[in-house]
């Protein structure tokens, strides 16, 4: 039963927007965003499903390309040892993918010494 129960809480803000759909003043309480690591937000964007808070943690640091570590092959690039600016030591950086609604909380690491950074960000929807 216990578990029945966390499972209807769960769907309730789900089935309070349904209900708004078809009778606009119906009153839906605020959802609170359950935060995840950002790696879960990339998934199946269901229409009226509850919004999560989606957390990237990234560290810039500058690496050199063509170098194999554990995590990959390596960073390739044009096929000569070059310095390159690497998030989490990859290059390109993790993908950031979230669903309409998400909360997006980016925790930015500058692992390089004596520089000024920024970060730009783009997206299409």
């Given amino acids: ?3 029945k129960q966390e499972a209807v809480s769960e769907c309730l803000p789900c089935v309070c927007q349904l209900i708004k759909e078809h ?14 690591p950002g790696i ?3 998934r199946d964007c269901i229409p009226n499903s509850p919004p999560l808070t989606c957390v990237f943690n990234l560290t810039l640091e500058v ?3 063509d170098v194999l570590n554990t995590d990959s092959e390596g960073r390739r690039a ?6 390159v600016l690497a998030y989490n030591g990859q290059m390109p950086g993790p993908p950031i993918v979230i669903c ?17 950074t920024n970060i730009d960000g783009s997206g299409n929807t």
């Fill in 1 to 3: 039963l216990k578990g």
């Fill in 40 to 42: 879960q937000c990339n």
């Fill in 63 to 65: 690496l050199k390309t």
């Fill in 78 to 83: 044009d096929g000569r040892n070059r310095s």
């Fill in 23 to 36: 009778w606009p003043q119906w009153p839906c309480p605020e959802v609170s965003k359950l935060k995840v």
């Fill in 100 to 116: 309409e609604g998400d909360e997006l909380v980016v925790n930015f690491k500058n692992n390089i010494t004596g520089n000024m």
